[in-house]
């Protein structure tokens, strides 16, 4: 028996329209006519779906996640109508007029919008968001879901399974997250068998010299800690027990200082190495907690940085997974798939959901 279509309540809520308020003034309707010329994407003649309109649609698909395409043009149309931004005509545009629209927008315009909006926003005041004068950022990954096409199964893969492949295509996203905020203000894309350490390289450049960047031991190596130290911030990874630091230098807190390097005949060698500071602790007296943790840092006074301090702030880095939460299940109402069908709109909806969410941080 095939499911009716979900259907909004006919009249407008005022949480719809604060939502649309927030979101216009994240991405007010200027900037998308700047991005919109500078990509060449504006419309060359009247449309009943004009590009803007077009864009602020896009980013409706993650507002009504669960409604059909024609109720989240009529949601967005009663919203655009109080918000005064024009676009009535687009009023009883079918399905496939939508798709069209969204193919002639691309992704191009949708991603340069994110690129341009996304920062971190913590305040002075903000619980959380800083240690010590720098701005706590993490990064890390995810997977989303996609319709099972082979299109997408083409662009972003599958994963494998105990028998046979996986029930849906999947892409890759690497975040870099303002803990404080859970702003997610830098992201890579990619396929689905990309390693995450082949994406952290496009969003650590990100980073910037008042920030404290912390990591899971997934991200450390020394080409990845290069790169990111090159940048001016501090870091705080942890590392695997096993990885070989040995001691050169003991601390008054207890920390000591090592090398890292880019390979065991450089170590042996001593040549390239980048001075490390090492901090092994253990969480006494909490259940299912592993033996020993280790962390590595590029803050190498004990006194500008006690060691007790950072073996605390480091678990700040699991605000990452509340992040992918919010974005993933809160935002969409339930675990996320995207909607679209096609790789390029599968793109586009994605930089939709991140910029509606960037957009609910800052609320």
Request: glycine fraction near 8%; charged fraction near 20%.
């Amino acid at each position: 028996m095939t499911r009716p279509p979900a259907r909004l309540p006919d009249s407008p809520r005022i949480s719809d329209l604060v939502t649309l308020g927030v979101l216009t003034t994240t991405v007010p309707a200027a900037l998308i006519d700047a991005v919109l010329v500078a990509t060449q994407r504006q419309s060359q003649r009247h449309r009943q779906l004009p590009a803007p309109l077009v864009v602020y649609y896009v980013m409706a698909l993650a507002l009504y996640a669960q409604a059909s395409y024609g109720e989240v043009l009529r949601c967005l149309l009663e919203g655009v109508r109080w918000l005064r931004l024009g676009g009535l005509d687009a009023l009883g545009a079918t399905k496939s007029a939508i798709t069209r629209a969204r193919i002639r927008l691309g992704v191009t315009p949708v991603r340069e919008l994110f690129q341009r909006v996304a920062h971190p926003i913590a305040d002075p005041g903000t619980p959380g968001a800083w240690y010590r004068g720098r701005r706590l950022v993490s990064v890390d990954g995810t997977t989303i879901d996609l319709p099972d096409t082979p299109e997408l199964e083409a662009q972003f893969g599958r994963p494998a399974a105990s028998r046979g492949a996986s029930s849906f295509p999947k892409l890759r996203l690497v975040g870099l997250i303002e803990t404080g905020t859970h702003a997610m203000f830098a992201v890579a894309v990619g396929r689905y068998d990309t390693s995450e350490v082949r994406l952290t390289p496009r969003v650590l450049q990100h980073l910037q010299p008042n920030m404290l960047c912390l990591a899971d031991r997934a991200f450390v190596g020394f080409e990845l800690w290069r790169l990111a130290a090159a940048t001016g911030a501090d870091l705080l990874w942890r590392v695997r027990i096993n990885h070989k630091l040995p001691c050169r230098q003991r601390l008054s807190d207890g920390s000591y200082l090592s090398r890292l390097y880019a390979s065991p005949k450089q170590r042996r060698h001593d040549e390239g190495g980048q001075v490390v500071r090492v901090i092994d602790y253990r969480l006494e007296g909490i259940a299912d907690a592993e033996p020993l943790y280790r962390l590595v840092t590029t803050l190498l006074d004990p006194a500008v940085a006690p060691a007790t301090e950072l073996a605390a702030l480091y678990h700040e880095r699991w605000e990452c997974e509340g992040t992918f939460a919010e974005f993933k299940v809160s935002l969409p109402g339930q675990r996320l798939m995207l909607r679209s069908r096609r790789a390029d709109l599968a793109e586009q909806e994605l930089y939709g959901f991140l910029l509606v969410h960037l957009a609910l941080c800052g609320s």
